[in-house]
């Protein structure tokens, strides 16, 4: 049997500059072998990231972090408001913490920061620290330590700003004879700056379909459209409506956008579209649900209903 090798690390605190120089250092071990290690210690001086971090750092992903596993050396990133009173060296921080603690800000991937990051005027190469796809370490990121302060208050304005509520109160109207309109509202928080637009998931189904698996596919595969169209031509903007194929085939899913001036603004901000030009073309039963948009990410998509060929919604068990 292998044992595996274990890995220490020494923790030097509170040194000063007159502490540089050659220093040696004495390992014993267990069965009374020693190691002699001469290395030269360079005091550098007091980290400026502890410094120039903004005082108004509110996110605190510490439970993320603890279940996730990140090392106690770069915890306190996960809840920078106290990082002044804790030790903090990023350098120590290996690619696991990075990933980690990235998969945490940005719940797996659902929030993105690069606008953020981008209107701070950081440089392409920290881009990898303003999302959930980091790779590995590169030599260049190590100029991205002293971007920190900025990449993290841009995770504490979207801590504040976003996600928004997810859209509530879904229901179908009748306007006129046989045309319907299907409505929903979202509360505006007032710490929201960036109204957001919307997207109508509606999901043709199978008898017996599981709705809830239907309905968490059908968000995967919209998210991985939707980065495919941004890529193309940018963000999608106002209100979506996708049309998901029957059974989620490997055919595209067909997106339907819906023009401005064809929403109607109801009572109590309610937002309406109209849906009969889709569900009369064929006597089946459609799973529908709600996201909100803006420029930091997605919401948790609102409750799913199911909309029977009368037009009747059932809430999606």
Request: proline residues 6%.
């Amino acid at each position: 049997m292998i044992i595996p090798k274990k890995a220490y690390s020494l923790l030097l605190r509170n040194l000063s500059l007159e502490d540089s120089g050659k220093y040696g250092c004495q390992l014993w071990t267990q069965n009374g072998g020693q190691q002699q290690l001469d290395f030269k210690l360079d005091v550098l001086g007091d980290s400026a990231l502890k410094l120039n971090f903004p005082a108004n750092l509110t996110y605190d992903h510490t439970e993320c972090c603890i279940e996730k596993g990140v090392s106690p050396l770069c915890r306190p990133m996960c809840r920078p408001r106290n990082i002044g009173e804790e030790f903090f060296d990023p350098t120590s921080c290996q690619v696991d913490d990075y990933k980690k603690f990235l998969n945490c800000v940005t719940n797996g991937g659902k929030r993105d920061y690069l606008p953020c990051c981008r209107k701070k005027a950081l440089p392409p190469f920290c881009f990898d620290f303003c999302g959930n796809n980091f790779q590995k370490l590169e030599k260049s990121h190590r100029l991205c330590l002293y971007y920190l302060p900025e990449i993290f208050d841009c995770f504490s304005q979207q801590y504040a700003l976003f996600p928004p509520p997810a859209p509530r109160n879904l229901q179908m109207k009748e306007v006129g004879s046989g045309n319907r309109r299907f409505c929903f509202t979202i509360e505006n928080p007032k710490n929201t700056l960036k109204i957001p637009s919307f997207v109508v998931h509606l999901q043709e189904m199978n008898v017996g379909t599981d709705t809830m698996n239907s309905r968490d596919a059908a968000v995967e595969e919209f998210r991985k459209l939707r980065k495919r169209s941004e890529n193309k031509s940018g963000q999608l903007y106002g209100v979506t409506l996708i049309k998901e194929l029957r059974g989620g085939g490997k055919k595209p899913v067909l997106i339907t956008k819906i023009i401005a001036s064809s929403n109607e603004r109801g009572i109590n901000s309610e937002i309406c579209i109209p849906l009969e030009s889709i569900t009369n073309k064929s006597k089946s039963t459609y799973l529908v649900y709600v996201e909100a948009i803006n420029d930091y990410g997605t919401s948790e998509p609102s409750k799913s209903f199911l909309i029977t060929e009368d037009g009747v919604m059932h809430p999606a068990k």
